[in-house]
């Protein structure tokens, strides 16, 4: 069982490049969730997608747009990199409950460590 | 989500016992406070959640007073492996789709 499979693990950019990562979970989640992780500080939220075919932002969506392709992929696209966009990117999983509710617990993924030069 | 405050950082050494307090004073009757646990290049893990008083696992106890201001993260008898991040989140997760994190608690365990 892999969990949230995140793809590339490192990437290096040049300023003004764009770039799509990518984001797959076999739990057969619901929720999904885009973070960003700055050096030494904690997780901020960019994009979450509740359900397949739905997005909505978070506290830091600017520079960035998301795709839920399906119930199983949820991608995060830089379409102008920035190096101010440099930092680790998670992305999560998260169940719905068989009575309606979200199952509290949510898996990570490794990380993806974007680099923009 | 309510408005979590935990200390920045914390050292302990090898088989003391870490206590982490997180203070929410604006928590809602409906919400309930999770924990997660963050290893150095790894992404977040679930560890514990509780809605009032005491909540034991095999990683951890969460003590949550009366009040439910505040609530306590113990680590029995820490290793040098239990050195991370740790997060106290608080909110409606069970219905709250989002899901934020703050800058959470860094442990350091020394030998």
């Known amino acids: 069982n892999a969990g949230v499979t995140q793809t590339p693990k490192f990437q290096v950019l040049k300023t003004g490049q764009s770039m799509t990562l990518q984001c797959a979970q076999d739990?057969?989640?619901?929720?999904m969730y885009w973070y960003r992780q700055d050096p030494g500080m904690g997780l901020r939220l960019i994009y979450y997608?509740?359900?397949?075919?739905?997005?909505d932002k978070g506290e830091v969506p600017n520079g960035y747009n998301v795709s839920r392709l399906n119930k199983r992929e949820f991608s995060l696209r830089l379409e102008s990199a920035a190096p101010s966009q440099t930092s680790v990117y998670f992305c999560a999983s998260r169940a719905m409950g068989q009575n309606g509710l979200m199952n509290t617990e949510a898996f990570f993924g490794q990380g993806t460590r974007l680099t923009v030069v | 989500l309510a408005k979590t405050t935990q200390p920045i950082s914390m050292d302990s050494y090898e088989g003391q016992e870490v206590n982490i307090t997180c203070s929410h004073n604006?928590?809602?009757?409906?919400?309930?406070i999770t924990w997660y646990q963050q290893f150095p290049s790894q992404g977040p893990r679930f560890i514990i959640q509780g809605y009032k008083t005491k909540v034991t696992n095999e990683v951890a106890s969460l003590f949550i007073p009366a009040d439910r201001k505040s609530s306590t993260l113990s680590l029995p008898r820490v290793s040098l492996s239990d050195t991370a991040v740790y997060y106290c989140l608080v909110g409606d997760t069970f219905i709250d789709y989002k899901l934020s994190f703050g800058a959470g608690t860094t442990v350091t365990v020394r030998a």
């Open positions: 739990m057969n989640h619901n929720s």
């Open positions: 997608s509740a359900s397949e075919g739905t997005t």
């Open positions: 604006n928590i809602a009757t409906n919400d309930y």
